[in-house]
């Protein structure tokens, strides 16, 4: 009896006291196909475009697993630039996203602003998925990490874009037009809360 404690003590997990988060809970990017701009060549991270909406099924679309205690919510937001000889650079770029729920709750609008010089380069190349003459300039461009929590049971939520607004040459232009494309994301990532202190959240690397 002694023997098989001792060994149900040995295989059984370690729990943390301290709140645990589950790296790999289950999401799914439901996004449409032709908002998959490409796949970074050297870290193989999977870029998704952002077009101006209010649909949010329209926006990146993300199905989150059931989770009892909620999670964590992050990607990477971009500028979508088109950096063609003509673009009129350096120009200072102000992108606005927003993240919904899939009955239109507002979780967040986050807003990203830089300037853009002439020698302007991103920190990867791109594989792109179309190679349609209009994407044939566009990249992302700058990087910045937004982090959303979500709260417990079923949830869907999109990524969708708000407005854009340039100055460059002393002209300022805002676009706000549906169907858009003005932001890309990347390095989504969903993490389910586990353990049974909700306040005590890891923070992203």
């Given at each position: 009896m002694r023997?098989?404690?001792?060994?149900?003590?040995?295989?059984?997990?370690?729990?943390?006291?301290?709140?645990?988060?589950?790296?790999?809970?289950?999401?799914?990017?439901?996004?449409?196909?032709?908002?998959?701009?490409?796949?970074?060549?050297?870290?193989?991270?999977?870029?998704?475009?952002?077009?101006?909406?209010?649909?949010?099924?329209?926006?990146?679309?993300?199905?989150?697993?059931?989770?009892?205690?909620?999670?964590?919510?992050?990607?990477?937001?971009?500028?979508?630039?088109?950096?063609?000889?003509?673009?009129?650079?350096?120009a200072e770029i102000m992108t606005v996203v927003e993240v919904v729920t899939g009955g239109t709750n507002?979780?967040?609008?986050?807003t990203m602003l830089d300037m853009i010089?002439?020698?302007?380069?991103f920190d990867e190349q791109i594989e792109r998925a179309s190679d349609a003459e209009i994407d044939r300039y566009v990249t992302p461009m700058s990087?910045?990490?937004?982090?959303?929590?979500?709260?417990?049971?079923?949830q869907s939520i999109s990524i969708v874009g708000r407005d854009l607004n340039i100055v460059r040459r002393g002209t300022t232009t805002r676009v706000d037009t549906p169907g858009t494309r003005i932001a890309m994301v990347s390095n989504i990532k969903f993490e389910e809360v586990l353990a049974v202190n909700p306040l005590s959240l890891s923070t992203p690397d």
């Amino acid at each position: 009896m002694r023997l098989l404690l001792i060994i149900l003590l040995w295989t059984a997990p370690l729990l943390s006291q301290d709140t645990e988060l589950s790296l790999d809970a289950g999401y799914a990017i439901r996004a449409d196909a032709n908002l998959f701009f490409g796949r970074g060549e050297s870290t193989g991270t999977e870029y998704y475009d952002v077009a101006i909406t209010s649909q949010p099924s329209d926006g990146v679309l993300i199905k989150l697993p059931y989770t009892q205690k909620g999670g964590k919510l992050t990607f990477d937001l971009h500028h979508r630039v088109g950096l063609s000889a003509d673009y009129g650079l350096p120009a200072e770029i102000m992108t606005v996203v927003e993240v919904v729920t899939g009955g239109t709750n507002r979780l967040g609008t986050f807003t990203m602003l830089d300037m853009i010089g002439e020698d302007a380069a991103f920190d990867e190349q791109i594989e792109r998925a179309s190679d349609a003459e209009i994407d044939r300039y566009v990249t992302p461009m700058s990087r910045k990490t937004i982090t959303i929590t979500t709260q417990p049971g079923p949830q869907s939520i999109s990524i969708v874009g708000r407005d854009l607004n340039i100055v460059r040459r002393g002209t300022t232009t805002r676009v706000d037009t549906p169907g858009t494309r003005i932001a890309m994301v990347s390095n989504i990532k969903f993490e389910e809360v586990l353990a049974v202190n909700p306040l005590s959240l890891s923070t992203p690397d």
